[in-house]
């Protein structure tokens, strides 16, 4: 018989990895009134898939695991459309378009990923970045899996309970430290986990359980928000994921622009060498 889960143990509740994490930019994504931002997530497994916004080609040759953004955009309606890889343009998208109204100064993420029957499909989401008191964490966990309702784990105990494709549930909880797992509602035996996972003091920490129970690439990845102790947005501080062997790849976003401003500081440096001689 399972217990209730003590206060404690949801207090310390997280789905964000100790190990590993690689930071990405920190970028304030709504800074202007009339902007929003968007970020992307790919979920299908085993598809590099083209997305388009607004007819645009916005990421080409995505990843499965991926996470990329955010975007700075225009509030307002926009249409997200995902294509085959190398796809010559969005008119046969494999996904989409899938129509979204961006709030102002608001963050938002769309997640290209499998419904409950293994199909594939989209989804949007509002992420959630309304103020935090200090020493407190945000864990929102988001089903975007092929497979039935979930249950999240902490410390041995339910803390997500029958959660559905493609809902989430949010939890506010005071930062620390926990093991983690997801299993099948109503059993006990992990399909991802135990994972040793961490809550941020003052970010949301989105959670999203990725991939086909049926084909055995269950998979977690994370996206995280930060700065809701004194800004009214968030800023988007990284992704990773976590495949159900443990056994994964950690993608980079935004090395390349690290290399760029590496190589314009050089060249400005030997542009000034010049004049002073």
Do not use: C
């Not at 085993?46 to 996470?67: H, I, K, R, S």
């Not at 926990?178 to 970010?203: H, I, R, Y």
């Not at 994370?222 to 443990?246: C, E, F, Y």
Request: charged share 15%; proline share 7%.
């Amino acid at each position: 018989m399972r217990k209730s889960l003590p206060a404690a143990v949801t207090a310390a509740m997280s789905l964000v990895l100790v190990a590993g994490a690689v930071p990405a930019f920190a970028q304030s994504p709504a800074q202007e009134t009339n902007t929003a931002s968007l970020s992307v997530l790919h979920a299908v497994p085993d598809t590099p898939v083209d997305v388009y916004v607004n007819g645009e080609l916005t990421l080409d040759d995505f990843a499965p695991g991926q996470l990329a953004g955010p975007l700075e955009l225009p509030a307002g309606d926009i249409e997200v459309a995902i294509t085959a890889s190398d796809a010559q343009d969005a008119s046969s998208p494999v996904i989409g378009p899938v129509d979204l109204t961006l709030g102002a100064g608001t963050m938002n993420t769309a997640v290209a990923h499998l419904d409950a029957e293994g199909a594939p499909t989209a989804s949007a989401f509002v992420d959630d970045t309304s103020g935090l008191e200090a020493g407190q964490g945000r864990v929102t966990v988001r089903h975007v899996a092929a497979a039935p309702a979930v249950d999240v784990w902490a410390n041995g105990e339910v803390a997500v309970q029958s959660l559905t494709n493609p809902n989430e549930e949010s939890l506010e909880v005071p930062a620390g430290q926990v093991q983690a797992a997801v299993s099948l509602a109503g059993e006990t035996d992990p399909v991802l986990g135990p994972q040793d996972l961490a809550v941020m003091e003052g970010a949301n920490t989105i959670v999203y359980a990725w991939g086909s129970a049926a084909d055995g690439n269950l998979a977690l990845a994370t996206q995280t928000v930060q700065g809701m102790h004194s800004a009214p947005g968030g800023v988007p501080t990284g992704d990773t994921q976590l495949p159900a062997d443990s056994q994964g790849v950690w993608y980079v976003l935004g090395a390349g622009v690290l290399a760029l401003g590496a190589g314009a500081a050089f060249l400005l440096q030997r542009r000034r060498a010049r004049t002073n001689v």
